[in-house]
């Protein structure tokens, strides 16, 4: 008896700009992956935190105006980041919809919650607190337009929460990590049902 294969929950997105131009690839199913390639040392370090830690197959080349700052290069890889999320999580059937995480990192813990309910909000706790520092230029103000932009192109609920730390690098790299691993849970299938009473996502 023959069977159905699975559809490939795969995407490449590119999105170019006046400020930026960026190719995310990404792979639901495959822990094979590149990373960041963004000429941004820092955050190539955080996108290859978050494809290790979610174990998803992400690739991402980017170029921006650095030469400014970072901040349109991290906000609009967070948006084709979820642009590339949701485009690979289709009609979301039989995804787990939901995950936590707690991550540790020295001084600092952070908390990230995540549902891929197709709506967006991004509760964002470090920039209430007194978070200091940078880490290669990029502040904890880069790492929330970096998460809004993923979640309002994504889909995506997230609350973040920092339990305890203070140092912006820290801080980044705990919160990436904790949105990996809470992803990781998220997007894995689970049943062959829709997660919801609505029927749809």
């Known amino acids: 008896m023959s069977r159905t294969a699975p559809p490939s929950r795969t995407a490449t997105v590119t999105r ?9 690839r990404l792979d639901l199913d495959s822990p094979a992956y590149e990373a960041g390639q ?52 289709g009609d979301r059937k039989g995804i787990e919809r939901y995950g936590s995480a707690f991550v540790p990192m020295d001084e ?28 290669g ?27 305890a730390g203070r140092e912006a690098h820290h801080v980044i790299e705990a919160v990436v990590k904790a949105l990996a691993r809470a992803l990781r849970d998220a997007v894995a299938v689970t049943s062959s049902e829709m997660p919801s009473t609505k029927g749809s996502l």
């Open 16 to 24: 170019k700009t006046a400020e930026t131009d960026i190719t995310v």
């Open 108 to 135: 600092t813990l952070a908390h990230a919650v995540v549902d891929l309910s197709g709506r967006a909000h991004l509760a964002f706790e470090p920039e209430t607190l007194d978070v200091w520092g940078d880490a």
């Open 137 to 163: 230029g990029m502040t904890h103000y880069h790492l929330r337009e970096f998460l809004r932009g993923f979640c309002n192109h994504g889909g995506v609920t997230l609350h973040v929460r920092l339990l």
């Open 38 to 89: 963004s000429g941004h040392g820092f955050f190539d370090h955080m996108l290859d935190a978050l494809a290790r830690h979610s174990r998803l197959g992400l690739s991402v080349t980017a170029t921006g105006d650095l030469h400014i700052e970072p901040h349109h290069l991290i906000e609009d890889t967070g948006i084709t980041l979820g642009q590339a999320l949701s485009q690979a999580l």
